[in-house]
């Protein structure tokens, strides 16, 4: 079953920092690019960041360019994002969702992690 | 990078039609056949209902049709039924500087 499932969120006060790690089976994870999206409490999506299938290219969201950084393990089929100088305005369920390439659409999404920014 | 607009929310009655709209801007829906729509029911992850405009996963109802005219693409949800009540979002391809835009996402009320 092709199947994409994170972790690592939680609560965090606010300029500090959090790893989140989504973990792939059922594909061939080092052909897809990745993808981080979030959605705030009561909110629509917005995407956050992705990752070429080598790691050679990565884009941002610019509200998270300098605090947040996408990267990947191929060797262990896992994505990760780690969130620095979190602020409330983070606070969201985290998706991993991955595409065959960076301009295709997310065919598979993770079930998310909540991250909640606050003191 | 601003959001694509949709109507706040839409309404059907069984067996109805229902179209949402989704309009950008001519660098994103305008200037690309990559919209895609997502149907995201209340505590689940999104799913891919259309791609390209109008391109249909496996396993995605036929009732389920997008279109585009310009800078406004359509989602189209014929014989509506219960369960095709859920929020639903549009995205588009925006250039290599914005990459990914989201739509507000549209909720949709099956009466």
């Known amino acids: 079953e092709v199947q994409l499932v994170e972790s690592g969120g939680g609560l965090v006060q606010p300029g500090g920092s959090l790893r989140l790690s989504c973990a792939a089976s059922?594909?061939?994870?080092?052909?897809?690019?990745m993808n981080w999206v979030r959605q705030a409490p009561g909110k629509g999506l917005e995407w956050v960041a992705n990752i070429k299938q080598d790691g050679s290219e990565k884009y941002y969201v610019d509200s998270v360019k300098g605090r947040f950084t996408i990267s990947r393990d191929n060797a262990k089929n896992s994505l990760y994002l780690q969130m620095n100088s979190l602020r409330a305005e983070d606070t969201a369920v985290y998706y991993c969702?991955?595409?065959?390439?960076?301009?295709?659409?997310?065919?598979?999404w993770g079930q998310g992690t909540m991250v909640t920014v606050s003191s | 990078q601003s959001a694509l607009t949709q109507p706040a929310s839409v309404s059907g009655s069984p067996g109805q039609s229902i179209t949402i709209s989704c309009t950008g801007t001519?660098?994103?829906?305008?200037?690309?056949?990559?919209v895609s729509w997502y149907q995201q029911h209340p505590g689940k992850a999104p799913k891919l209902m259309i791609y390209?405009?109008?391109k249909r996963p496996s396993g995605v109802s036929n009732r389920f049709s997008g279109s585009k005219s310009g800078n406004t693409a359509s989602l189209t949800i014929s014989g509506l039924q219960a369960e095709d009540e859920a929020d639903y979002y549009c995205?588009?391809?925006?250039?290599?500087?914005?990459?990914?835009?989201f739509g507000g996402g549209t909720k949709l009320t099956v009466l």
């Open positions: 995205c588009s391809y925006g250039g290599s500087s914005t990459f990914v835009v």
């Open positions: 390209e405009v109008s």
């Open positions: 059922g594909f061939t994870f080092s052909n897809y690019w």
């Open positions: 969702a991955r595409a065959r390439w960076s301009i295709d659409p997310f065919d598979i």
């Open positions: 001519s660098s994103d829906v305008g200037n690309y056949n990559l």
